[in-house]
């Protein structure tokens, strides 16, 4: 998974209201934080780059958050 991104398709304040107040999950956040070398996109977050990884991976696509979903669109050489 190193050279991957992970999507993660949560909306942490509806997951509260429902009741699931945990969602995503700590451990698994971190998980994936350190096996995509900090490539995640959570759907209820704008992307952030918090390492080196991270920001060449920013560098490369466009993003258009919108308040129910993310549409990216990405080059692939």
Same mark, same amino acid.
């Given at each position: 998974?190193?050279?991957?991104?992970?999507? /993660?398709?949560? =909306?942490? !304040?509806?997951?509260? *209201?429902?009741?699931? &107040?945990?969602?995503? $999950?700590?451990? #698994?956040? @971190?998980?994936?934080?350190?096996?995509?070398?900090?490539?995640? /996109?959570?759907? =209820?977050? !704008?992307?952030?780059? *918090?390492?080196?990884? &991270?920001?060449?991976? $920013?560098?490369? #696509?466009? @993003?258009?958050?919108?308040?129910?979903?993310?549409?990216?669109?990405?080059?692939?050489?």
């Amino acid at each position: 998974m190193s050279s991957s991104v992970a999507f /993660v398709p949560v =909306d942490h !304040k509806m997951a509260v *209201k429902k009741g699931w &107040g945990k969602m995503p $999950l700590e451990k #698994l956040m @971190t998980e994936l934080n350190d096996r995509t070398k900090g490539r995640v /996109v959570r759907a =209820d977050q !704008k992307y952030e780059s *918090k390492t080196r990884q &991270g920001e060449e991976f $920013l560098n490369t #696509l466009s @993003t258009r958050p919108n308040e129910l979903f993310y549409e990216w669109s990405m080059m692939l050489s």
